[in-house]
């Protein structure tokens, strides 16, 4: 059990003061607060000594007290003698003092608010520059790549579509089948008010090739690549990789950035088609079981009721989520900073992005067909 | 007998990062044949200074000359056919983490010259073997030590066998021997490459057993404060920061190789 930490405070003489420490000062204990022993601290003093005859343990608690007293002290121009502390105390107060300030990282200075909306225009248009560049980079060397001088390399192409394609055919037939589910759920509660069961299969269809099936496969590819390319080139970029290209005169967008945009470009459209399909027969597990209906008949309805333009409609919504995801991810990952947490931001705004621009991208395609 | 022609020529550089100046009025050469080291402490404008030179970050303002060519006014194609008469060794290694060492070595090969693949696999083979590395060739970098990724890093420098090669900091989280056999074959390649050499460093140990010549960067003074032979400066340069940096800040003007 440590002992209580007390302060006593003595006057030998009128004008000096000598402070007792006793017990044990640790940051495990609780000592009286520095504001009472500062109220002693009054004009009459002229002289501070300390005794700590009777301290058993001590840390930075007493530190920390000490370094109050003795601002104060200084404050009021009291003479001090330190001698009567642990000789380990007196050095670590005296190395405290003596860590020189460094005035060439002074963040210190307030900003006024025409400093900071300057400062915010001016990083607003370092970043449109950085975008064209970027965009302009890409068109460049997509051009490249029939010249033949593009560092483009199959293995990393066919590795990527790979990834987007093969691998996330489990999780977006687990979704398709599930928006598939919902819509016919949701359709079934009014249609069968009026007997018209069979037009659930109208509207699963039309729902998923015209709009779901993009949309949902765009969300989770945004999700699972746009968040790997983002953070698979800010690591790089980390690692000074993406510098050890340039120094080597081979292009970055050429050699990773292109290869990852067409794979999702090529695979997207397809993995549309696929969702289209297990969201179909998602619905028609609700038409057989729950109205009814045979799988023939609702299958036919099904095809009576889509076009192959909506067919396409939804195709070109999942090319151009395509390209939008493998933009915002690649273009978040190069823009990456040299840390770790700025990785986890790339990918964060990676996704962020991604599913912004799918979602405006959708209003503006459909609205441009509709109207 | 003529003074060797210099290789780089840093005429009244400034280095600085929007408005916040890393160095300013930088001036040296560095000569064919020497290795250079640029020393400071942290935080001084080394690495920046290396970004510069590797046509990474324009500077602020001031020239730097590759031979006659003022390098940063030329058009990129030719700052690319400069850039890749250089080979560079990044503090982390900064090897393609998706291929293998082979691949890794075998890329620059492959972008700039049209050797069979035959041919490409011997260069790779013979350039992995110099650092120590022979058989290594399908290991991915992250399944190598810091030392080993180091010297492949190396090997992927050395691929086209550079008339500069510059190093960034090539002990930093090295261990003592990992660190002087690093320095031993960046001598022995010198003297078998007939390389300029550019080392970062602030490694003592390392600068004394290497350096031919050397600039002294201040973080403070946020200028160049002394250039020469380590070795010398340590006997006769008066400045008291390089002479503190020089005997980690004893004063004592002895050479300590460890």
């Known amino acids: ?371 | 007998m003529t003074a060797p022609a210099p290789a780089i020529t840093i005429k009244a550089l400034t280095m600085a990062y929007g408005s916040f100046v890393l160095q300013r009025d930088l001036n040296f050469a560095i000569t064919r044949g020497d290795i250079f080291v640029i020393m400071g402490g942290n935080g001084c404008g080394k690495s920046t200074l290396l970004r510069h030179l590797l046509g990474l970050k324009p500077p602020a303002s001031g020239s730097i000359w590759y031979g006659e060519e003022n390098f940063w006014e030329l058009p990129e194609e030719d700052r690319a056919r400069v850039v890749r008469k250089t080979g560079i060794l990044y503090q982390t290694g900064a090897l393609w983490s998706s291929m293998t060492l082979a691949e890794n070595v075998a890329l620059p090969l492959l972008h700039y010259t049209d050797l069979p693949p035959a041919d490409i696999r011997d260069l790779v083979a013979f350039k992995l073997s110099l650092v120590g590395l022979a058989g290594f060739e399908e290991f991915y970098p992250a399944e190598l030590s810091g030392g080993m990724r180091k010297r492949a890093s190396l090997a992927r420098a050395i691929a086209l066998d550079p008339e500069i090669l510059f190093f960034d900091e090539p002990s930093a989280g090295l261990d003592p021997i990992s660190a002087r056999i690093l320095d031993e074959l960046i001598l022995e390649l010198r003297e078998s490459l007939g390389a300029t050499l550019v080392v970062v460093t602030h490694d003592l140990a390392s600068i004394y057993t290497i350096a031919t010549n050397s600039v002294f960067l201040d973080g403070d003074s946020k200028t160049m404060l002394a250039t020469g032979n380590p070795k010398t400066l340590l006997q006769e340069c008066t400045n008291e920061t390089v002479l503190n940096f020089l005997t980690r800040g004893t004063g004592k003007r002895e050479v300590r190789t460890v």
């Open chain 1, 1 to 371: 059990m440590p002992q209580q930490p007390t302060l006593a405070i003595q006057r030998p003489q009128p004008g000096h003061l000598v402070v007792s420490l006793d017990g044990s000062w640790t940051l495990h204990t609780s000592p009286p607060p520095p504001a009472e022993f500062l109220a002693a601290l009054d004009d009459s003093v002229r002289h501070l000594a300390f005794a700590c005859g009777g301290l058993d343990d001590w840390d930075t608690r007493l530190l920390i007290f000490l370094r109050t007293v003795i601002a104060e002290a200084r404050s009021r121009h009291i003479e001090m003698e330190l001698a009567g502390l642990p000789p380990g105390a007196q050095r670590l107060l005296t190395l405290a003092e003596t860590v020189p300030e460094k005035t060439t990282y002074d963040k210190s200075v307030r900003e006024t608010l025409v400093t900071r909306i300057g400062r915010a225009t001016i990083i607003l248009f370092d970043q449109i520059r950085e975008v064209a560049a970027f965009t302009g980079e890409i068109v460049l060397e997509f051009l490249t790549l029939f010249s033949g001088k593009s560092p483009f390399r199959a293995r990393d192409f066919f590795y990527f579509v790979q990834a987007c394609g093969v691998e996330s055919l489990p999780i977006v037939s687990l979704i398709a089948v599930l928006v598939g589910v919902i819509l016919s759920f949701v359709g079934a509660v009014q249609l069968q008010m009026f007997g018209a069961q069979i037009y659930v299969a109208n509207l699963v269809g039309l729902g998923m090739v015209l709009e779901m099936g993009a949309l949902m496969s765009g969300v989770i590819v945004a999700g699972r690549i746009g968040a790997a390319y983002a953070a698979q080139l800010g690591t790089m970029q980390v690692n000074e990789e993406i510098d050890a290209l340039r120094t080597i005169g081979i292009s970055p967008v050429g050699f990773l950035v292109l290869p990852r945009m067409l794979a999702l470009m090529l695979m997207l459209p397809l993995l549309c088609i696929y969702a289209d399909i297990m969201g179909i027969l998602g619905g028609s597990v609700i038409g057989v079981t729950m109205l009814d209906l045979s799988l023939v008949e609702y299958l036919e309805q099904t095809r009576k009721s889509i076009q192959l333009s909506q067919c396409g409609q939804g195709l070109l919504k999942a090319s151009v989520f395509g390209v939008l995801i493998g933009y915002a991810g690649c273009l978040r990952g190069m823009q990456c900073g040299r840390s770790a947490l700025a990785v986890g931001e790339a990918t964060t705004s990676a996704v962020v992005t991604s599913i912004v621009l799918i979602v405006v991208s959708d209003s503006i395609i459909t609205f441009i067909i509709n109207s």
